[in-house]
């Protein structure tokens, strides 16, 4: 099996079992990832970070809204990316509701004459950013949707990047990886934090 089929086949097996997942669990599930996210990045004072990169929740992802409060609450700016191409930039949005859903039906900032985007270039170490995924294994390599706009972000992303989704998208062995794929600082979930582990191989 090559790297690409080995990987589809991990999107494939994790994207159904995440659409599986019964409303109620997915909303209570997701609001016990906030409130722990929120514990471990937004309640020092003062706060380590002054932005904090979000992303809008599709589809059966686990729901993100709470963790923008929890950062305005802290004083951090937030920002959403759009996608340019093959270019993914970010933007700060006063209010989740300012947004438009694009044709992908992913929310997005608009992209306006007055919009200050932000490239990984013009990150500092104060940032903190959440990533999604399908799938997130113990040495915190994550696999997304094959897009790979997070992988080229992150290459020159200079601040923290913590992986966000639910217990079951968890992957006890190893993702198939490439140079281009981005281990996390830490993935986040319903359970609380995990951190970087060794793995004894797929």
């Known amino acids: 099996m090559t790297l690409m089929d080995a990987k589809k086949r991990l999107r ?7 659409d599986a997942l019964p409303e109620e669990h997915r909303t ?3 609001l016990s990832a906030c409130r722990a996210f929120r514990d471990r990045f937004f309640t020092a004072v003062p706060c380590a970070y002054d932005r904090f990169f979000l992303f809008a929740s599709c589809g059966s992802e686990l729901l993100t809204d709470p ?44 992209d306006a004459q007055d919009a200050l ?6 990150t500092t170490s104060r940032d903190l950013m959440v990533v999604p995924g399908l799938v997130f294994d113990p040495s915190l390599q994550r696999l997304g949707y094959g897009g790979g706009y997070y992988d080229r972000y992150l290459q020159d992303f200079k ?9 079951s998208q968890r992957y006890e062995k190893q993702i198939p990886a490439e140079e281009t794929d ?21």
């Open 12 to 18: 494939t097996e994790y994207r159904k079992m995440r």
């Open 28 to 30: 209570s599930a997701s």
């Open 67 to 110: 963790l923008f409060s929890f950062a305005r609450e802290a004083g951090l700016t937030v920002l959403y990316p759009r996608v340019f191409g093959r270019e993914m930039l970010f933007c700060a949005v006063a209010s989740p509701e300012d947004m438009k859903i694009s044709h992908f039906g992913i929310r997005e900032p608009e």
């Open 117 to 122: 985007w932000v490239s990984s270039k013009d």
């Open 159 to 167: 601040g923290t990047v913590c992986g966000i989704g639910f217990a």
């Open 182 to 202: 981005i281990p996390l600082t830490c993935f986040c979930c319903e359970e609380g934090f995990y951190e970087p582990q060794g793995v004894t191989g797929a």
